[in-house]
Structures are given as C-alpha cells and as structure tokens.
C-alpha cells in the first residue's frame, strides 16, 4: 500500500513537473516566435564587429558605401577600410577642436557625413591595406587610444599663451599612425597601383551624391538643420520631411534597390540582444564593456512576440519631438538598412545589417519595426537617387 501511494505521488509529480516543463517550453518557443518573410533585400556585405570601438558610425556608413558600389559597378563584394577613415576623422576633429579652444566634442563617436567627408577630401583603401590593428588584438580596442588622443589634444588647446609650435599635428599624426597604421600614399590592388583618391575614383562613390535626412517639428520642413548632437561635429545640414514623407523615402529606397545608412536611438528596452526592435513601454538601463553590451546589456532576453504583445503604439511627429527634446531619443548607434520584412502578422520590418559582429539569433541582422524606425530614427543617408521624384522636388534637390 506504502509502495502504491508513493508511487500514485511519483506520477503526480511528474505530471505536474511535466506541465511546468511543457508551459516552460511553450514560453521558451514564444520568446522566439518570430516568423519572417523578406519582401525585399538588397546585397549586403559580410557583418563586421567594431568591438570595443565607438565606431559604428564609421562601420555603417562604409557597409552602406559597399553596398553602393556592388551596385552600380556589379562587384560581388566589398571590404573598406574602417580604419583609415576614424584615422583621418581624428586627425580632422583633432584641428578644428584646438582652433576652438577645446569647445567642440572629441571623442570616439561621429556621423555619417564624417564618413563623407573623409572620403572626398582623403579617398579610401581597402580592408587589407590598413586593419588598423597595430596595438596587438584581433578586434578594434579603443579606450586606450581614445584617452591619450583626448589628453593629448587637451593638452594643446590648453597652452597658457596659446602660441603653438609647428610640431603638434606630427605628434597628433604619430599616436594615430602608431596605433592604427600609416596612412598609405599609394598601394596595389588587384595588381593596380592606386592612391587612396584614385581607387575612391575607380570605385566611383561621389560624394555628393548622398543626403542626410531626418524629421522633426522644431525646425521648418522641407528646410536644412544642423542636428544638434555632440557627434555631429562636423556642423552637417541634414534635410527635415514630415514623417510620412519620410518613411515614404526608406521604403522607396528599398524597393528602388538601394540601401540605407540608418542613426538610431538603440538603449530602448524593445532593442534586444535577440536581434528584433520594437516599441514596448519599459526603461532600460545600458550595460558596459563592448558596445554592445553599453547599449543592450550583457545577458541574453527573451524577445517579445507577436504573440505576447498587444499593438505597437502608434508613432506621431509630437512623440519624436518629446523624445528628442527630453534626450530619450538620442544618437546612440549607427546601422545600415538593407531590407524590408513582415512577420505572420503582417507587421513590416527593416532588416537591419548591425556592426556587432555574428551575435544574436539572426547573426548579426536585426529586424526593426516600422513603429521602431519611425520613433527612434535620429537621421539618415541615403542615394539622392533613392528619393522619390516630387520628395527631391520639394526639398530643391537636383
């Protein structure tokens, strides 16, 4: 009889110990639901990782240029120099921040249009001409660098009479060139001999063929404003467009075949670490290390799905402009948007290429919302080409 109920118990327990296991698994799955169908991509090249690097504006807006140039010259892929382009960047911020007496932010973060700007004052070289990893690890470590640059420079500005020798951009030029290289006058590709201006010219990237756009209500539409963030050190005008309008001109890329270099606030809670951004109405707190880690924090979370959410809010221009106003929504990250997608609800996404290296369940892509997109979008850049024709019209762009 002692053995019978005992054994009556065992089963019963385990009945209930498998229910808890089935609703756990049932759980694990929903936390993974998500069901993608691509309406439209456009090629991409390989997800790199900036590590411990504040760089993803320069890691974005070259996969974006990559992406440009396999289409209009039919290459099948890509690899340009990170490096040579936060080298350069430094050296120009490094100037422009002592004539300012040190009033002008210096750090590791930039824009999109610093990219553009180095390109067509300095050119570009590829990947393997300058890795920019002289400082002996195999992904890009930059506290160091950042903070001697930052003390170096300082430095200068802050001299008593002011009075500067001539030596001080070698000195800038010699940290620079000791951590990620030499700036090569002339190298080989493809058995070429190329300047670095000469094989930006062979590539074909113009430039001026690009145009940052962004939409907010505190400055006229269909005007020019400086965006007023600290890494838009540069001063760039990027165009303002109603919301609609807008998103009008990222689908339109998208379906015309071209990508997109995407700014975006990435320390909302709906941006995980599962590859999936959407709008859910909770805080959170950034964790530290990579970059990475300083956006999404370091553990794994369970991704909300479909299933498990109501109905994303509804995003207006008014919700923009109180984020932006109260510093909730701010230029945390740059990415390049190649793609759109929709889940078995028929939600839209932007397939998203991140600079993380191959992380999370898509391996390094992330899906994010149209309701996402619209709400945390600092800026973009994208082709002229890519805008629609009455958009460019409207914004007197030829």
């Known amino acids: 009889m002692k053995k019978i109920v005992i054994t009556a118990v065992a ?3 385990a009945a209930v110990s498998g229910l808890a296991q089935e609703k756990k698994d049932s759980t694990v799955k929903k936390s993974s639901d998500y069901e993608f169908t691509v309406i439209k991509e456009n090629p991409i090249t390989s997800v790199k990782n900036q590590y411990m690097s504040g760089t993803c504006w320069c890691f974005s807006a070259l996969s974006f240029l990559e992406s440009e140039v396999m289409k209009e010259k039919g290459l099948d892929s890509l690899d340009l120099s990170e490096m040579f382009v936060v080298s350069k960047s430094y050296h120009d911020r490094a100037i422009k921040y002592v004539r300012l007496d040190g009033y002008l932010n210096f750090a590791a973060g930039s824009s999109f249009g610093d990219v553009l700007h ?3 004052d300095y050119g570009i070289v590829p990947q393997n001409v300058m890795p920019g990893l002289n400082y002996g690890t195999e992904k890009p470590e930059h506290f160091e660098m950042d903070e001697g640059l930052k003390g170096y420079v300082e430095a200068i500005a802050k ?3 002011h009075e500067l020798t ?5 000195g800038l030029d010699g940290i620079l060139a000791a951590y990620l290289g030499e700036i090569p006058e002339t190298f080989e590709a493809d058995g070429v001999t190329y300047t670095p201006e000469s094989y930006r010219d062979w590539l074909g990237i113009n430039p001026d063929d690009y145009v940052s756009l962004t939409s907010f209500t505190h400055h006229p539409y269909y005007s020019q404003f400086i965006i007023e963030v600290c890494d838009n050190w540069r001063w760039d005008s990027s165009y303002n467009l109603p919301l609609d309008e807008f998103m ?3 689908y339109n890329a998208i379906d015309k075949g071209y990508t997109i270099a ?5 320390s909302e809670t709906g941006f995980t670490r599962s590859g999936v951004a959407t709008v859910p109405d909770i805080d959170r707190k950034p964790g530290a290390g990579s970059d990475q880690e300083k956006w999404v924090g370091k553990s794994e979370e369970k991704t909300v799905t479909p299933e498990g959410t109501t109905e994303e809010k509804l995003i207006t221009p008014e919700m923009r402009q109180d984020g932006y106003d109260r510093k909730t929504t701010t230029d945390d990250h740059g990415m390049h948007i190649y793609g759109i997608a929709e889940d078995q609800n028929g939600t839209k996404y932007f397939m998203v290429k991140n600079s993380w290296g191959d992380t999370g369940k898509y391996h390094g892509i992330w899906y994010a919302s149209d309701a996402f997109v619209r709400y945390k979008t600092l800026n973009i850049v994208v082709n002229k080409n890519a805008i629609p024709k009455d958009i460019r019209k409207k914004l007197g762009i030829r």
Not at 262 to 266: F, I, R
């Open 166 to 170: 001539t030596a001080w951009v070698n």
């Open 118 to 120: 180095v390109i067509k």
């Open 11 to 13: 089963l019963a327990l």
């Open 159 to 161: 001299k008593p009479n």
């Open 262 to 266: 995407w700014g975006s606030d990435v």
């Open 248 to 250: 009008e001109v990222m």
